[in-house]
């Protein structure tokens, strides 16, 4: 089975610094999916981005960024300009290709990232 | 276009009822997945279906959760004979395909009191 480790349960920055989430991940499968979920307080899941595990390019979406590390099984998110909307609990989660989706995403349990102004 | 839907959004319940919880995918998404959040935890998922179809229905905590999707649209969990273990907030997420974007509702919150 996967496992996805988050190490850092809370993180605090300023408005404006970069702040980079940390996420390993565990498995045996070759061609995976990796993606960051974005929960603000109203409790609705957003994508932030999504990464192919057989892409070796690091994906980006303009302020978010991965650094992806395949044989580390690593997949941190570089937050960069973090604004005060970026407050959320950020959630990093590993989808496997071999069951054909059966397994769903297997996420790990957050790191709640606080924005001060 | 319409995100996802679930109903109801809060549900209180007592112990040893039974409850339906319902999701309305966005239309045209073939694939569908169950997901349960515990106060302060990850998501845990549950169920998937493909279409119609679950092929694999071991990730429901209980033989007391069921779910079924009709019409490759609607999806119902039903939980029998709920305990207070059973509170959560339940998500339902549906992507194009299985290995697209999953995009979530906005979920239940069930308690058992």
């Known amino acids: 089975a996967q496992t996805v480790t988050q190490s850092q349960p809370e993180m605090s920055v300023q408005e404006a610094e970069t702040v980079t989430l940390s996420c390993t991940y565990d498995?045996?499968?070759?061609?995976?999916?990796l993606f960051w979920y974005k929960q603000p307080p109203s409790r609705q899941m957003i994508l932030v981005i999504r990464?192919?595990?057989?892409?070796?390019q690091n994906a980006t979406e303009n302020r978010f960024s991965v650094n992806f590390q395949k044989a580390a099984k690593s997949f941190s998110l570089k937050i960069s300009d973090s604004q005060l909307g970026d407050t959320a609990m950020y959630f990093c989660a590993f989808q496997g290709s071999v069951r054909g989706g059966a397994d769903g995403l297997t996420f790990g349990k957050g790191t709640h990232l606080i924005i001060q102004p | 276009g319409a995100g996802v839907s679930q109903s109801p959004s809060n549900k209180v319940t007592e112990k040893g009822k039974d409850v339906e919880l319902r999701c309305d995918p966005i239309s045209g998404h073939t694939a569908l997945y169950w997901y349960r959040q515990r106060l302060g935890q990850g998501l845990e998922f549950l169920i998937y279906?493909?279409?119609?179809?679950?092929?694999?229905k071991s990730g429901l905590p209980s033989d007391r959760f069921s779910a079924e999707r009709t019409g490759e649209s609607v999806s119902t969990l039903t939980i029998q004979r709920t305990q207070q273990e059973d509170s959560a907030v339940y998500l339902c997420?549906?992507?194009?395909?299985?290995?697209?974007?999953?995009?979530f509702g906005p979920g239940t919150r069930l308690t058992v009191l």
């Open positions: 990464q192919e595990a057989y892409k070796q």
């Open positions: 498995t045996s499968e070759n061609n995976y999916y």
């Open positions: 279906f493909q279409g119609n179809s679950a092929p694999d």
């Open positions: 997420a549906s992507s194009l395909w299985v290995y697209n974007e999953q995009f």
